[in-house]
């Protein structure tokens, strides 16, 4: 997830659970950061002017070079940093744009991506606790997107979406 240049005290990252066509996930090994050398999800913080299924679009397209479709919203990490940082990461579903694209792991942050059969994920001690938890559930039930909603002009919203 990058450097935190500014995000004060409460973090909001994306994670991508990308799945092909024959069932395999793309993964990633980071070079840095507490996941070192760990299969993890790509993954990354949401920037300002973006919403967030944006977001997981734009850091598995950096982090992998794979163009994806957001299929619904699959959970929610949240937790406490060392008492003091709220970090807090939307997981979604997403699908490859079309089969069959190249991998191009982002060099500056990554050792390696690749497609992966979940059962491998599962036995492999190289993965990082929120995959397994991801492979241990049975049916995994994504929340569709809703969107061209209008709360109301008094907000101001330039873009607003629901996941339900």
């Known amino acids: 997830m990058g450097n935190n240049g500014g995000r004060g005290k409460v973090w909001l990252g994306v994670a ?3 799945i092909s066509s024959n069932k395999k996930w793309l993964v990633v090994k980071k070079n840095y950061s507490g996941l070192k050398g ?5 993954a990354g913080f949401v920037n ?5 299924d944006e977001a997981v679009v734009r850091e598995v397209k950096e982090e992998t070079g794979i163009a994806c479709n957001v299929i619904g919203m699959i959970g929610l990490r949240t ?3 060392k008492d003091e940082i709220s970090d807090n ?6 699908k490859p744009e079309r089969e069959g694209m190249i991998i191009s792991p982002q060099e500056s942050e990554l050792f ?4 992966i059969d979940p059962l491998e994920l599962e036995k492999d001690e190289n993965s990082s606790v929120m995959l397994k938890y991801l492979t241990n559930l049975s049916k ?9 909603i209008n709360p109301g002009d008094q907000f101001g919203y330039t873009s607003y979406k629901l996941f339900l």
């Open 112 to 115: 390696d991506a690749k497609f």
């Open 16 to 18: 991508g659970l990308v």
């Open 79 to 81: 937790g406490v940093i």
């Open 140 to 148: 995994t039930i994504a929340k569709p997107l809703h969107d061209g």
């Open 48 to 52: 300002p002017g973006e919403t967030a």
């Open 89 to 94: 990461m939307i997981i979604f579903l997403l």
């Open 38 to 42: 760990k299969w993890s999800l790509p």
